[in-house]
């Protein structure tokens, strides 16, 4: 046993179920919420990011007063980003939500108790589900909630209310991705360990900015000894680009050309593994006559990348042992995400690199539990990443759960993009958001404001009273956050991970988990989910649905065995129970796939042209993303920590390239319009050579942003494309209104 146990000590599997026991008894409605135990230290995995560092919470008198980095967990060795040191402080803000609040039509609200919320809830949704058929009625959630509340959330929507369409925040994010490893696969299986970070000779960053996004990966990567190549491709210099060996400066959106290129180029040197793709693939000759199309001409015309750096990147990808290529954003959010990232997952078979130290095509995920809502959530795949429209799939989890299998739909249900269709058609008329904030992150969000005032019943559970959407709800349920309520995560690297109650929640505030159970309960649902007593026995569940899957973690007993081993990676099957986990394993080592033929797919299409370029009346691209590590999405939590307050710029901003800035009249600190065909946003300007001439930079962290992005999706994935629309920028004069 490594040092890991250490700071796992304090909690026995005795003590760690009586307290269990205690914090549950504290989560029924008008109950005072058990203390903990008074001084000790007590691990949890952060809530922000999907790297999922563990941190220890030092608890005194029964209440975390202060964070640091777990020293021994085997993701973040001791160290932690700002927004995971810091996560206590935003619990503490005024602007939590610490009763339920009805709103009238006038915008008053009103305290209600949790008896009459959950009346409400119940008495209104029937109500248009009387009216108008289940179908009126659609849910949104997060990979910000721990799997044991996704998949009650997802079983108590579908299976116990009758709905069909819900969704998450996990589509703006992770979808593509999904999409494209399903079909290469046969499984949502990214393949990697974070140690290949260690071990890769050539690593391949693709829209990914580690060291804003992913900090303590970024670490991981300086700290690799075999290291001969860090390429970065990313139409900015970001922090991560200017650390590269070879930083290639595509165009926006011109991956799946440079991708088609680059394979070209391998086959044409002959820098393929023949034996690989005869035993482990299909699809070759296909795709081999697809790319013969993408030669360097065509390919240095499109992308904007020299010959030199082509040939180079050609060079590094084919002739070195052990390549890892890793993607994240400026992938998944485009209008061809899934098949730019079947593109990067072709590289990899074409060159052999996956299943061996320091090689795969890596999805690097977002959001802490991203992984979890992609299996458990019970949105676009069935509970345990089984299909719904899978008879056999559907009797399973049937049989498991010990319900009626026709309570099971047969088709997944809209996407996110296709309930706001169908809210502007008037199909769906109630809408339960939990954890998550579409009134400042989609795309385009300006269309919703109206939307959601065309709702007949808009219910929000958050932990904040005071974000955009919550500002909207006609019921507002005040959930207990991270720190304050038990449930697992499933990191990037299918590692799975536990958080605890280190707080009490404020108020009257509830973990997810029993606002579900108190809404099944009155919805007549109850006995459905009646061994659904505690996130716990609900993990019970869970390991039993993935039993059988390629997910299979049915070898984990407890949340205790995860403590205890440092974290489980899947698949830990029945047979594993109880021996010591490797710190580190990946997938597909043994060549095999999940497809029935046991082989990797080979998945292509021509390229697109951009659904809105740049043009005369609209002259720079505008890109966004994260704008710093101290920074958390639509910033409901991280403006609360005053620590984080002081490590990024307070009013929102656009970076724009000397040239343009010269050429537009623009100076740096200066307010400027930024213009779209959606909308206009006063910021400030940044000007910085880290954007190229003709591009301008936006961070989504400030509500400004998605006023001016154009709603584009993916075909396959509906993901939304984020990254890429055409803008104008113009000094703002102080008299002309936003
Ligand atoms: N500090 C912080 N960390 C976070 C988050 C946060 O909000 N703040 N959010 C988390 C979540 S949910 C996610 S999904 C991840 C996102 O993590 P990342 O994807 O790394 O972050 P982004 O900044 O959205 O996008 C990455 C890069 O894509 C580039 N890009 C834009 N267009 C293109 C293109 O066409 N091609 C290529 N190759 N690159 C392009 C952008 O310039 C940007 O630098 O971060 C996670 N970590
Ligand atoms: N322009 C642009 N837009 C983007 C992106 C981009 O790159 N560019 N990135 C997209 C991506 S990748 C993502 S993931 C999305 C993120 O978009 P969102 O999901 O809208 O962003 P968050 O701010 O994380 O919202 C989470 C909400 O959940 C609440 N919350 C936190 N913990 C809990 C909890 O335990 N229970 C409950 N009930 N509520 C809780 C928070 O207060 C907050 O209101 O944004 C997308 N939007
Ligand atoms: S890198 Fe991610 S998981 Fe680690 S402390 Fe920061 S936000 Fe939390
Ligand atoms: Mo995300």
Same mark, same amino acid.
């Given at each position: 046993?490594?040092?890991?146990?250490?700071?796992?000590?304090?909690?026995?599997?005795?003590?760690?179920?009586?307290?269990?026991?205690?914090?549950?008894?504290?989560?029924?409605?008008?109950?005072?919420?058990?203390?903990?135990?008074?001084?000790?230290?007590?691990?949890?995995?952060?809530?922000?990011?999907?790297?999922?560092?563990?941190?220890?919470?030092?608890?005194?008198?029964?209440?975390?007063? +202060?964070?640091?980095?777990?020293?021994?967990?085997?993701?973040?060795?001791?160290?932690?980003?700002?927004?995971? @040191?810091?996560?206590? $402080?935003?619990?503490?803000?005024?602007?939590?939500?610490?009763?339920?609040?009805?709103?009238?039509? !006038?915008?008053?609200?009103?305290?209600?108790? @949790?008896?009459?919320?959950?009346?409400?809830?119940?008495?209104?949704?029937? #109500?248009?589900?009387?009216?108008?058929?289940?179908?009126?009625?659609?849910?949104?959630?997060?990979?910000?909630?721990?799997? &044991?509340?996704?998949?009650?959330?997802?079983?108590?929507?579908?299976?116990?209310?009758?709905?069909?369409?819900?969704?998450?925040? /996990?589509?703006?994010?992770?979808?593509?991705?999904?999409?494209?490893?399903?079909?290469?696969?046969?499984?949502?299986?990214?393949? %990697?360990?974070?140690?290949?970070?260690?071990?890769?000779?050539?690593?391949?960053?693709?829209?990914?900015?580690?060291?804003?996004?992913?900090?303590?990966?970024?670490? #991981?990567?300086?700290?690799?000894?075999?290291? #001969?190549?860090?390429?970065?491709?990313?139409?900015?210099? /970001?922090?991560?680009?200017?650390?590269?060996?070879?930083?290639?400066a595509l165009r926006p959106k011109s991956d799946l050309?440079?991708?088609?290129?680059? $394979?070209?180029?391998?086959?044409?040197?002959?820098?393929?593994?023949?034996?690989?793709?005869?035993?482990?693939?299909?699809?070759? &000759?296909?795709f081999a006559a697809h790319v013969a199309e993408y030669?360097?001409?065509?390919?240095?015309?499109?992308?904007?990348? =020299?010959?030199?750096?082509?040939?180079?990147?050609?060079?590094?990808?084919?002739?070195?042992?052990?390549?890892?290529?890793? @993607?994240?954003?400026?992938?998944?959010?485009?209008?061809?995400?899934? !098949?730019?990232?079947?593109?990067?997952?072709?590289?990899?078979?074409? /060159?052999?690199?996956?299943?061996?130290?320091?090689?795969?095509?890596?999805?690097?995920?977002?959001?802490?539990?991203?992984?979890?809502?992609?299996?458990?959530?019970?949105?676009?795949?069935?509970?345990?990443?089984?299909?719904?429209?899978?008879?056999a799939h559907r009797l399973e989890v049937a049989e498991?759960?010990?319900?009626?299998?026709?309570?099971?739909?047969?088709?997944?249900?809209?996407? %996110?993009?296709?309930?706001?269709?169908?809210?502007?058609?008037?199909?769906?008329?109630?809408?339960?958001?939990?954890?998550? +904030?579409?009134?400042?992150?989609?795309?385009? !969000?300006?269309?919703?404001?109206?939307?959601?005032? !065309?709702? &007949?019943?808009?219910?929000?559970?958050?932990?904040?009273?005071?974000?955009?959407?919550?500002?909207?709800?006609?019921?507002?349920?005040?959930?207990?956050?991270?720190?304050?309520?038990?449930?697992?995560?499933?990191?990037?690297?299918?590692?799975?991970?536990?958080?605890?109650?280190?707080?009490?929640?404020?108020?009257?505030?509830?973990?997810?988990?029993?606002?579900?159970?108190?809404?099944?309960?009155?919805?007549?649902?109850?006995?459905?989910?009646?061994? @659904?007593?505690?996130?716990?026995?609900?993990?019970?569940?869970?390991?039993?649905?993935?039993?059988?899957?390629?997910?299979?973690?049915?070898?984990?007993?407890?949340? =205790?065995?995860?403590?205890?081993?440092?974290?489980?990676?899947?698949?830990?099957?029945?047979?594993?129970?109880?021996?010591?986990?490797?710190?580190?394993?990946?997938?597909?080592?043994?060549?095999?796939?999940?497809?029935?033929? *046991?082989?990797? #797919?080979?998945?292509?299409?021509? $390229?697109?042209?951009?659904?809105?370029?740049?043009?005369?009346?609209?002259?720079?691209?505008?890109?966004?993303?994260?704008?710093?590590?101290?920074?958390?999405?639509?910033?409901?939590?991280?403006?609360?920590?005053?620590?984080?307050?002081?490590?990024?710029? $307070?009013?929102?901003?656009?970076?724009?390239?000397?040239?343009?800035?010269?050429?537009?009249?623009? /100076?740096? *600190?200066?307010?400027?319009?930024?213009?779209?065909?959606?909308?206009?946003?006063?910021?400030?300007?940044?000007?910085?050579?880290?954007?190229?001439?003709?591009?301008?930079?936006?961070?989504?962290?400030?509500? &400004?942003?998605?006023?001016?992005?154009?709603?584009?999706?993916?075909?396959?994935?509906?993901?939304?494309?984020?990254?890429?629309?055409?803008?104008?920028?113009?000094?703002?004069?102080?008299?002309?209104?936003?």
């Amino acid at each position: 046993m490594s040092g890991i146990a250490s700071f796992f000590r304090p909690f026995s599997r005795r003590s760690l179920a009586a307290e269990l026991r205690r914090v549950d008894a504290g989560h029924g409605i008008g109950q005072v919420p058990a203390r903990l135990s008074p001084d000790t230290i007590a691990p949890l995995v952060c809530g922000y990011c999907s790297t999922g560092c563990a941190l220890l919470a030092h608890i005194r008198n029964g209440h975390a007063v +202060n964070l640091s980095p777990a020293p021994h967990y085997p993701v973040n060795h001791g160290t932690a980003c700002p927004k995971g @040191w810091q996560a206590l $402080a935003v619990l503490d803000s005024a602007d939590r939500a610490t009763v339920p609040l009805v709103q009238d039509r !006038r915008g008053h609200r009103r305290r209600v108790s @949790w008896g009459e919320a959950i009346e409400i809830f119940v008495g209104r949704m029937r #109500r248009i589900i009387m009216e108008h058929g289940p179908d009126a009625v659609a849910f949104l959630g997060s990979g910000q909630l721990p799997t &044991e509340e996704l998949a009650f959330f997802g079983s108590l929507a579908k299976f116990g209310m009758g709905l069909r369409h819900g969704d998450g925040n /996990t589509r703006q994010c992770m979808a593509s991705a999904v999409v494209a490893y399903k079909e290469c696969f046969g499984f949502d299986a990214p393949p %990697y360990t974070y140690a290949d970070l260690e071990e890769s000779e050539v690593i391949v960053l693709i829209g990914a900015n580690l060291a804003i996004a992913h900090p303590i990966l970024w670490r #991981r990567v300086l700290r690799n000894q075999h290291l #001969r190549a860090l390429v970065v491709i990313d139409p900015r210099t /970001t922090e991560t680009a200017l650390a590269a060996t070879l930083h290639v400066a595509l165009r926006p959106k011109s991956d799946l050309v440079l991708f088609y290129g680059l $394979a070209h180029l391998l086959l044409r040197q002959g820098w393929y593994d023949r034996a690989f793709i005869a035993a482990h693939t299909s699809g070759f &000759e296909a795709f081999a006559a697809h790319v013969a199309e993408y030669s360097p001409e065509v390919v240095t015309a499109a992308t904007g990348v =020299e010959l030199q750096t082509l040939l180079e990147l050609a060079r590094l990808i084919g002739t070195s042992r052990r390549v890892s290529f890793w @993607w994240t954003m400026g992938i998944n959010q485009s209008y061809e995400g899934t !098949r730019a990232a079947q593109a990067i997952i072709a590289l990899a078979l074409l /060159t052999g690199n996956i299943g061996r130290p320091g090689t795969g095509p890596n999805s690097i995920t977002g959001q802490c539990n991203a992984m979890g809502s992609r299996l458990f959530a019970n949105t676009t795949c069935l509970l345990g990443g089984r299909d719904f429209r899978n008879p056999a799939h559907r009797l399973e989890v049937a049989e498991i759960l010990g319900i009626d299998p026709q309570r099971i739909p047969d088709t997944p249900g809209l996407s %996110y993009a296709e309930i706001v269709e169908a809210i502007v058609a008037g199909h769906i008329r109630a809408l339960w958001v939990v954890g998550t +904030n579409p009134l400042h992150s989609w795309i385009n !969000r300006s269309d919703l404001e109206g939307l959601f005032d !065309r709702l &007949e019943f808009l219910v929000v559970q958050d932990m904040y009273h005071s974000t955009e959407t919550a500002q909207r709800a006609d019921l507002l349920l005040p959930a207990a956050a991270w720190g304050e309520k038990w449930g697992s995560f499933i990191n990037s690297e299918r590692r799975l991970g536990v958080i605890r109650p280190v707080r009490r929640p404020p108020g009257e505030a509830l973990p997810d988990f029993s606002i579900f159970q108190h809404i099944a309960e009155a919805w007549g649902a109850g006995p459905m989910f009646r061994s @659904w007593r505690n996130p716990q026995d609900a993990f019970t569940r869970l390991r039993e649905l993935s039993r059988g899957q390629p997910c299979d973690f049915s070898g984990v007993r407890d949340y =205790e065995d995860i403590e205890r081993a440092g974290g489980i990676q899947w698949p830990w099957p029945a047979d594993k129970a109880g021996s010591e986990p490797e710190p580190h394993r990946r997938l597909f080592s043994d060549g095999k796939f999940f497809h029935p033929d *046991g082989k990797a #797919r080979f998945v292509f299409e021509a $390229a697109r042209e951009m659904p809105e370029a740049a043009d005369e009346a609209y002259p720079l691209l505008l890109l966004t993303g994260r704008g710093t590590a101290a920074q958390w999405h639509t910033q409901t939590r991280t403006s609360k920590a005053p620590v984080l307050r002081r490590l990024y710029p $307070a009013d929102a901003y656009v970076e724009i390239h000397p040239d343009d800035a010269q050429r537009y009249g623009i /100076t740096s *600190g200066c307010e400027v319009f930024v213009e779209s065909r959606r909308g206009k946003a006063r910021v400030r300007a940044s000007v910085t050579p880290t954007v190229r001439p003709g591009q301008v930079f936006m961070p989504m962290h400030y509500v &400004e942003t998605n006023r001016l992005t154009h709603a584009a999706f993916d075909p396959y994935s509906r993901q939304p494309s984020y990254k890429a629309c055409a803008v104008r920028v113009r000094p703002a004069p102080s008299w002309e209104e936003e």
